[in-house]
């Protein structure tokens, strides 16, 4: 049975994982600055890698309903550290969404719970955009 206690392994996780979304947000904002992606790319596969442990990343990046989106995100990583930033950061969101495409539902519940942005999401005009993902239904904003 899974723990979901937050011991200080998955608080480092979570730190990793989230500077290494803001590194990647760096380095598009700074036109595509192949080392800030690049960096955060090491530090977001990290702090996952630490956050749901080794063994259960092993096992998620080598599910065989993961593997295109595990090779996608690998083949893009490679694309930016040779210095093809752009091109590897389509090929890793694509393999992002892949990997993650099971988890969409969630976030969208998720954020329909909040104060705020609850509010939006739950608005006809935006629940009534909804794309096809692995037949999942998510609402097309969330994609954004």
Same mark, same amino acid.
């Given at each position: 049975?899974?723990?979901?206690?937050?011991?200080?392994?998955?608080?480092?996780?979570?730190?990793?994982?989230?500077?290494?979304?803001?590194?990647?947000?760096?380095?598009?904002?700074? @036109? %595509?600055? *192949?080392?800030?992606?690049?960096? !955060?790319? $090491?530090? +977001?596969?990290? &702090?996952?890698? =630490?956050? /749901?442990?080794?063994?259960?990343?092993?096992? @998620? %990046?080598? *599910?065989?309903?993961?593997?295109? !989106?595990? $090779?996608? +995100?690998?083949? &893009?990583?490679? =694309?930016? /550290?040779?210095?093809?930033?752009?091109?590897?950061?389509?090929?890793?969101?694509?393999?992002?969404?892949?990997?993650?495409?099971?988890?969409?539902?969630?976030?969208?519940?998720?954020?329909?719970?909040?104060?705020?942005?609850?509010?939006?999401?739950?608005?006809?005009?935006?629940?009534s955009h909804k794309v096809l993902v692995h037949d999942v239904q998510i609402p097309v904003c969330i994609l954004l």
């Amino acid at each position: 049975m899974m723990s979901f206690e937050m011991n200080d392994r998955k608080k480092i996780g979570l730190g990793l994982t989230g500077f290494g979304v803001f590194f990647s947000f760096l380095g598009i904002i700074f @036109f %595509f600055d *192949k080392g800030l992606i690049a960096m !955060g790319n $090491i530090l +977001f596969f990290a &702090g996952v890698t =630490l956050t /749901i442990g080794l063994k259960s990343s092993a096992q @998620f %990046f080598m *599910k065989r309903s993961n593997f295109k !989106g595990t $090779i996608s +995100f690998g083949v &893009g990583f490679f =694309l930016v /550290i040779i210095g093809w930033p752009i091109i590897g950061m389509i090929v890793e969101a694509y393999g992002f969404v892949v990997l993650f495409s099971g988890f969409w539902p969630t976030l969208a519940v998720f954020l329909q719970k909040m104060p705020i942005i609850g509010w939006l999401f739950q608005q006809p005009f935006v629940r009534s955009h909804k794309v096809l993902v692995h037949d999942v239904q998510i609402p097309v904003c969330i994609l954004l």
